[in-house]
């Protein structure tokens, strides 16, 4: 089966960060279990048994390693139908490259929040040289027949590594957050190599026209022979006899595979649990990892003042807060924790009746099933971040809402605004009046218009899916389509990972 897959030419290649599954030790084995996060939902589909590969580091490193983890590997990828390499790091190189660099620098700094970055020099030695470390695992197993696909912000000089190394082949990269405008990009010391890292791409790929522009503002003021030609969806940056494409492709998700999972029994089971434990009121549900990019202290605190200042409220909603916790042992997040714990207390404590706590605070991980359960239950998503990439959860909730009576409320901060802002109700995060408003609105409006709002977001999240992100990207890459990279049969009988 393996040798089979190794020989077809032309191979979707992926690259990033993590691999999609992560791997843990129970009864002192190493096993593998799924990963978690947007960019693991969306590519999932897209790669399972197509004979393909995924390089990614696999959550342990190389002081924890042992023998047999690289068999727990080898069977992920047969059940998987694609093969997993791992990338190790050490935990010196985890702590540099990976929380400090892309999550104490970039991760900040692509949000506006440069306030809170970490310019420490140590972290951009260590940044080059795990990107050169994914370099030499993609250059001992790829070969330029393979369409190598890099992804985000952890990984922006990988394709540099490789054009060292002599890969000539099409290599894209996908950046799933916001790209800074230049007066926030200029903070970066490291900004021109950065952006000459980038460069080496033959497609860069971005969610929206704003983020394009921005990286095109920061080409043109710092990468002096450059040149950007173009004014369609893919634009030309010309430098160094090279040519590489430059597309807006907002990322999306399998629409049908979350709404046929809606509808199954269990699901059902869950959503009637939901509804007896909140009887007789209207479910507002919010859904975010821990993370300042969030805005959920902005939320919490409209939410405040929604009851506050609307009294037809109380008693009549319930805000469901829902927190993957997430990078803990960064002082900014447990500061946010704390913050959000306090918020939380502060407004249950002020308004909570007999029989009503108006907040439900669940700080913890979710099954798929108890998720798309309280994506059916509640009638209002408030997906308020202060500035994101995409937002995959308010395309999930669109997806999962098949009796179509929900409404969405949604930051015009948000990629997916873009896409969604006709039907979806627009706010401000940081307009805490505003946004209390919008949540009396979303309360207030009738059954039909929020069926006819809903209908339309789901039309369109259905018709810009997973599958037309990725043909969107192969196409503009090298001129082909998923289609091309075909389900190989031989994996199709072996249980999914995920």
């Not at 030609?229 to 940056?237: L, N, W």
């Amino acid at each position: 089966m393996a040798k089979r897959a190794d020989k077809r030419a032309g191979r979707l290649v992926i690259v990033s960060n993590r691999l999609p599954v992560v791997l843990r030790k129970r009864g002192g084995k190493w096993n593998a279990e799924p990963g978690s996060g947007g960019l693991v939902t969306a590519l999932l589909p897209v790669l399972r048994d197509r004979g393909g590969i995924w390089i990614g580091w696999p959550g342990l490193t190389e002081q924890q390693a042992g023998a047999d983890f690289e068999d727990v590997l080898a069977e992920a990828s047969r059940s998987a139908g694609y093969q997993l390499v791992p990338v190790l790091l050490s935990e010196e190189e985890r702590e540099g490259f990976y929380l400090g660099f892309s999550n104490e620098i970039v991760w900040p700094l692509f949000h506006d929040l440069q306030v809170l970055c970490n310019f420490d020099p140590s972290y951009w030695r260590i940044y080059r040289h795990v990107n050169d470390k994914f370099a030499q695992a993609v250059a001992a197993h790829c070969h330029n027949e393979d369409y190598i696909w890099v992804h985000d912000y952890h990984l922006m000089t990988v394709s540099e590594r490789l054009r060292e190394r002599g890969i000539e082949g099409s290599i894209a990269f996908f950046l799933h957050t916001p790209f800074p405008p230049l007066d926030v990009f200029l903070k970066l010391p490291w900004r021109v190599q950065i952006l000459r890292g980038v460069l080496n791409y033959s497609l860069i790929g971005l969610q929206t026209l704003r983020d394009r522009r921005n990286l095109v503002q920061c080409v043109e003021n710092l990468v002096t022979d450059a040149t950007v030609e173009g004014d369609g969806e893919v634009i030309t940056v010309r430098l160094s006899g090279r040519d590489v494409r430059v597309g807006v492709f907002p990322i999306s998700i399998d629409f049908d595979d979350f709404a046929k999972r809606a509808a199954r029994s269990p699901v059902e089971k869950k959503v009637k649990a939901i509804r007896e434990d909140i009887p007789g009121r209207k479910i507002i549900l919010g859904v975010d990892r821990l993370d300042y990019t969030k805005g959920i202290p902005y939320r919490l605190r409209s939410f405040q003042n929604a009851l506050e200042r609307y009294p037809d409220l109380h008693n009549a909603v319930s805000f469901v807060q829902i927190i993957v916790p997430s990078r803990e042992n960064i002082p900014k997040y447990s500061e946010l924790k704390t913050e959000i714990d306090q918020l939380v207390g502060e407004i249950n404590g002020k308004y909570t009746q007999s029989g009503w706590v108006p907040v439900l605070y669940l700080f913890r991980s979710l099954t798929q099933t108890e998720l798309l359960a309280y994506y059916r239950a509640c009638e209002i998503a408030l997906i308020t971040p202060l500035k994101d990439g995409m937002n995959l959860v308010a395309k999930e909730y669109c997806a999962s809402t098949i009796d179509e009576n929900g409404v969405l409320i949604l930051s015009e901060f948000a990629g997916a605004a873009g896409q969604m802002k006709d039907d979806a109700l627009l706010v401000n995060p940081y307009d805490i009046e505003g946004v209390a408003d919008a949540i009396h609105q979303a309360f207030t409006m009738d059954r039909g218009e929020k069926r006819r709002r809903m209908k339309k977001l789901r039309q369109g999240v259905q018709e810009q899916n997973i599958y037309a992100w990725v043909d969107g990207m192969l196409r503009a890459g090298i001129s082909k389509e998923l289609k091309n990279f075909p389900v190989l049969q031989d994996y199709l009988p072996q249980i999914e990972i995920s």
